[in-house]
């Protein structure tokens, strides 16, 4: 039987040939094609669609990816949604992770790399591109690693999951600007990342935060 795949994007070539191309592959199949995250979820609640992964826009009309996730990650929580964007703001990256999506993919993908990209996601979970994470989940560090970390520099991760900047991470922190850096650059080599980015697949993956409900 084959695994079903829903889409989500308001570019109706795009995602008609997205479609095509899984269609291509043995073992998947497209399970709708939706312009908006509206559309989705009113399928999904009159059960027309039974997919299993949904390959989600970030930017669209009605209901943007990024508030779609947060409501499937809610009330669908065993749908595994991949971003699929031309998007790769860090700040978009991080709001969908935040959100509950279980990797990030960009339009331009190879048709290999999307191909792994979801047999991998409904054998482990997640996956994530080298583009946008620069192989940071082969980095990430177990919960027992976490001994490392010293109680501020894992409320510096929590803040850092967050929309503010890093001053302002200082500001609350009430700290020097320069003690932050100094904090960012330890947290980083601890763990062994290298952005803004991986921190906060590893804040998800240790637990320290928790997914947007």
Do not use: W
Request: aromatic share 8%; hydrophobic share 40%.
């Amino acid at each position: 039987m084959k695994h079903k795949i829903a889409i989500v994007d308001d570019h109706t070539l795009l995602s008609q040939a997205i479609g095509n191309l899984i269609e291509s592959f043995d073992d998947f199949e497209t399970d709708g094609i939706f312009h908006n995250g509206q559309e989705l979820i009113n399928a999904l609640k009159n059960k027309t669609i039974q997919p299993q992964i949904v390959l989600m826009d970030v930017n669209m009309p009605v209901l943007n990816g990024i508030e779609t996730t947060k409501i499937l990650t809610k009330e669908f929580p065993d749908l595994l949604v991949l971003a699929l964007s031309v998007d790769e703001d860090e700040n978009t990256i991080i709001q969908m992770l935040k959100s509950g999506a279980k990797g990030y993919l960009s339009k331009d993908i190879q048709k290999d790399i999307l191909y792994l990209a979801l047999t991998h996601t409904l054998q482990h979970g997640f996956f994530h591109t080298q583009n946008v994470t620069h192989a940071l989940l082969g980095s990430l560090k177990k919960k027992n690693e976490l001994d490392d970390l010293k109680e501020r520099e894992i409320e510096f991760i929590q803040l850092a999951c967050s929309d503010l900047t890093y001053k302002e991470i200082a500001d609350k922190m009430f700290l020097s600007p320069k003690t932050i850096d100094n904090y960012r650059d330890a947290v980083f080599s601890k763990l062994n990342i290298k952005n803004r980015v991986g921190l906060v697949l590893f804040a998800i993956k240790s637990g320290i935060y928790v997914v947007d409900q």
